[in-house]
């Protein structure tokens, strides 16, 4: 069982900026695809940026290429999500996966170990 625990949402104003964290009792950069995804009421989930744990690559959905940097911590048990020009449609709420997958793709709710998630609110 792995455990994720994210933190830094709160409520910002249009074009501010939040940093997410993600601490998880694995090492992320073994064997596991990171992910950071986030749900609206009535949405489903959406994937919205993975990393690779071999070479460190992220990728990003398209809504957020440009705004939004996953990275690796130097703890190899913690992820970031910077996210800058937040606007009202990123309000969310995002939670970190742990999957173990080939980290070409989004994949769905029932698949890897998911955090609790933290609301970010943008207005």
């Known amino acids: 069982q792995v455990q994720l625990v994210e933190s830094g949402g709160g409520s910002v104003q249009a074009g501010g900026s939040l940093r997410l964290s993600c601490v998880a009792s694995?090492?992320?950069?073994?064997?596991?695809?990171m992910g950071w995804f986030r749900q609206a009421p009535g949405n489903q989930p959406e994937g919205v940026a993975r990393i690779r744990g071999d070479d460190g690559r992220a990728s990003y959905a398209d809504s957020v290429k440009g705004r939004f940097t996953m990275s690796r911590g130097n703890a190899k048990n913690t992820v970031y999500l910077q996210m800058n020009s937040l606007a009202p449609d990123d309000t969310a709420k995002y939670s970190c996966?742990?999957?173990?997958?080939?980290?070409?793709?989004?994949?769905?709710?029932?698949?890897?170990?998911w955090g609790q998630g933290t609301q970010v609110t943008v207005s």
């Open positions: 694995i090492n992320t950069n073994r064997g596991y695809c």
């Open positions: 996966v742990a999957a173990n997958v080939v980290c070409d793709r989004w994949w769905g709710p029932e698949i890897g170990f």
